[in-house]
């Protein structure tokens, strides 16, 4: 089946996949329908008995098992110590590395080898160099040195830099992450060894996400050793944060998407009237897999063990159309290049079976939007999860300690929080009565709740309510554990179990930027907790009890504040924060302004995660994606609106003219309620239009907090002014005039 669709109402060819015929159709919309309508397969389904799914994971990855295989002795201790135990890697090491890399790379059919890194883009980035050079006789033989697989070098200017780059000072580097393993990206025509790496300017400041997320984590680490000494755990174990992604997608069929300019350049759909069904039934909602989009679903997930990345979940969502992967815990700074794996993934496999992916927060108006829920906890080989309470948390000193600790650095850089999580798109969703508020709150359950308040009350916790059993009524059912305390969704940052849940986080952000202000604010906080336990104990293990309770209930009477067990989606709680002092940034323009403050920059410097300069780079990158987001989406509705929807109208427009001016010859009496109803939103969508348009055009300001602002509070406004026109005339204007396809085609793949 082949479709060539054009965004406007001009005719297009359609061959159909029955007989091949061409039939000329009059609107990009209706090609699309026919299209999905018709939609076969275009590849045949493998043989999946052939490859036991135990044979598949890691198949793709230079492991440590494939490294064991592959090199000395002696040069895998020492990569194992860096990668294990965070010591300095010894450079030396590098040639026997690269050289066993690129033979297994070689063997599964890879001509070339790419430094991958992560700008401040928030996507991913390549430079691809072959293996081969010419051996002086006429034909070539495969190199790579370890200077090669340690040090690459793309363009540092060319790449969202805020400044610390300029145009004419291009040089940038990539340098080699051991501790994140090298993979295969499979290809049609062949193979390519990629090297997770680092991407730093010429004069060594971070340039990308992965060299702060690297940096916050050896932070923790550092401080998180000292709180560990205190308890008698001395044995020094590298304590690293985790994380664990749950990433929520849209899938639209590929004719829809581009009969759609909005959906094609921005994402999101900056028109669209609300269906007659949409998620108000609840039953897509852990429904039944379409088989289109399960066929996706396990060819997505078998690329994805591949690569190593540990999928365990998939369901549908609540909104028809949408979806969710979610990956087990692992290191936090693998998860986070896993996650970029995962979202390209989920795009290239989305394509092979005619759809596409969607990862913008908030695609479609009036239905639920998408988030990444960050599941982020810390521990080591010898302690575990230290974030784990076990079943009687109130005699769990360790746990409380650490626990405290977050409540602690929420509370305190609650705007930081609410800044990493800051992006046009993920103001369409936060605070949208379907995701978190934009006030940041901490829920801990009613088992932990009740074990600060007892500490709170002075004089320790002596009891932790008891986990239970559910018992339903049926008898062939069997009794269950229950746990102690329920879950609220409705929290930005709840604790789950055995780790916080940070719900607010986009679903087509980067998880680095929220990882690398959780690792660094609960590194503060620790290093709070073991400076007051070190002077006040003097190191007598025998003092560490009283004065760990007395620690306790400072912290949860300075810093109670933040837990929130309620309805974070109530008027009420808006009321509530603001009583006790909760921040409630709204928009992008209201949080980004945070990472200016002077507690921001301190804390960053202070653990030497991001410079002064490349904090205020990163402040001028963001700021500048956002006005640049609003900006195409402001032309794209004017362009839209001028030359899809309006002729629409007005075509229509004539229509009831003509028929009415039929009638009046004929003799009859008629309404014209519907030509004046039609006529008055003409006038509106044409003034709005106007509006906008000079708008657009008048906003110079050289300041870039000034700009965010226009944008925020003049130009999106009169964006949902044109759209509310828009939207009542696509339940006004004949079907068939209508030129872009409907929420109602859309939503429901099939």
């Known amino acids: 089946m082949n479709t060539e669709i054009s965004s406007s109402n001009s005719s297009v060819t359609f061959t159909g996949a029955s007989n091949g015929s061409k039939t000329t159709l009059s609107s990009a919309r209706s090609a699309a329908i026919s299209a999905v309508t018709n939609y076969q397969p275009n590849h045949p389904p493998m043989n999946f008995q052939q490859i036991p799914t135990g044979q598949l994971f890691n198949a793709n990855v230079f492991s440590k098992n494939a490294m064991k295989k592959r090199l000395p002795k002696e040069t895998f201790k020492k ?211 379409p088989d289109r989009v399960l066929a996706f679903m396990f060819e997505a997930e078998r690329e994805l063990f591949k690569l190593g990345i540990p999928i365990k979940t998939r369901h549908n969502e609540v909104a028809p159309g949408q979806y969710e992967i979610a990956p087990l815990f692992e290191s936090a700074n693998i998860a986070t290049d896993h996650q970029q794996l995962l979202m390209t993934t989920l795009r290239r496999t989305a394509e092979k079976h005619g759809m596409v992916c969607l990862t913008h927060e908030k695609p479609f108006a009036g239905i639920n939007g998408s988030g990444k829920h960050v599941n982020w906890s810390m521990g080591s080989a010898s302690q575990g999860n230290l974030l784990d309470p076990g079943d009687t948390p109130h005699e769990n ?225 963001y700021l500048e994606q956002y006005c640049m987001s609003i900006k195409v989406e402001s032309n794209l509705t004017i362009k839209m609106a001028k030359t899809m929807i309006f002729p629409a109208a007005i075509r229509y427009q004539s229509e009831l003219v003509t028929n009415c001016a039929n009638l009046k010859m004929l003799g009859y009496d008629f309404d014209t309620n519907s030509l004046d109803h039609i006529t008055e939103l003409v006038k509106s969508m044409q003034d709005g239009i106007s509006e906008l348009e000079a708008a657009a055009g008048e906003n110079g300001s050289e300041d870039l907090l000034a700009e965010a602002n226009y944008f925020c509070h003049t130009i999106l406004p009169l964006m949902d002014k044109v759209r509310a026109v828009a939207d009542e005339l696509e339940g006004i204007v004949a079907d068939d005039l209508w030129p872009l396809p409907t929420y109602q085609e859309m939503l429901f793949i099939k």
């Open 79 to 289: 990569l194992i110590n860096t990668i294990e135990e965070g010591k300095k890697l010894d450079c030396s090491t590098a040639d026997v590395v690269a050289s066993a890399m690129k033979d297994w790379a070689i063997e599964k059919g890879a001509t070339h080898y790419a430094h991958v890194f992560y700008p401040l883009t928030g996507s991913t980035a390549e430079k691809h160099d072959c293996f081969l050079s010419p051996d002086g006789e006429g034909g070539a033989i495969a190199e790579f040195s370890g200077s090669q697989l340690i040090q690459g070098e793309p363009d540092g200017s060319s790449f969202p830099t805020g400044g610390i780059r300029v145009t004419f000072e291009a040089r940038g580097y990539t340098i080699w992450d051991v501790t994140s393993p090298a993979y295969i990206l499979e290809n049609s025509n062949g193979t390519t060894l990629c090297i997770p790496t680092a991407f730093v300017s010429w004069t060594g400041e971070a340039l990308d996400k992965k060299t702060p997320v690297l940096r916050s984590m050896q932070a923790l680490n550092i401080q998180a050793q000292r709180i560990l000494k205190l308890f008698g755990h001395d044995e020094g174990d590298l304590v690293s944060s985790t994380a664990g992604p749950e990433q929520e997608y849209f899938l639209v069929d590929r004719n829809f998407y581009f009969a759609r300019p909005d959906l094609l350049n921005a994402g999101r759909t900056l028109f669209g009237a609300k269906p007659p069904k949409g998620q108000e039934f609840d039953d897509h909602y852990f429904g039944a897999i």
């Open 397 to 621: 000193a360790q746990f409380l300690l650490f626990c405290g600790a977050v409540i602690r650095a929420v509370h305190k850089f609650q705007g930081l929080l609410r800044a990493v999580v800051a992006s046009a798109s993920n103001d369409h969703r936060l605070g949208a009565n379907e995701a978190p508020p934009a006030i940041i709150s901490i829920f801990l359950g009613d088992q932990l709740t009740d074990v600060f308040e007892q500490i709170k009350a002075g004089g320790g916790a002596s009891s932790s309510i008891p986990r239970g059993t559910l018992t339903v009524g049926a008898d062939v059912l069997p009794p269950l554990p229950k746990d102690a305390g329920d879950r609220n969704r409705t929290s930005p940052f709840a604790f789950t179990g055995n780790r916080f849940e940070f719900r607010a986080v986009g679903s087509n952000q980067s998880i680095a930027g929220p990882l690398v202000a959780m690792n660094t604010i609960v590194a503060d906080s620790l290093e709070y907790c073991a400076t007051r336990l070190e002077e006040a104990t003097g190191g007598d293990p025998d003092k560490l009890h009283g004065e760990l309770q007395k620690l306790l209930t400072e912290i949860i009477n300075e810093h109670g504040a933040i837990i929130f067990n309620g309805d974070g989606y109530s008027d009420e709680w808006h009321a509530e924060a603001a009583k006790r002092g909760l921040l409630n940034l709204k928009t992008t323009a209201d949080a980004l302004p945070i990472l200016q403050t002077e507690e921001v920059k301190e804390l960053f410097t202070k653990y030497e995660v991001l410079s002064e300069r490349e904090l205020e780079s990163r402040l001028e990158t």
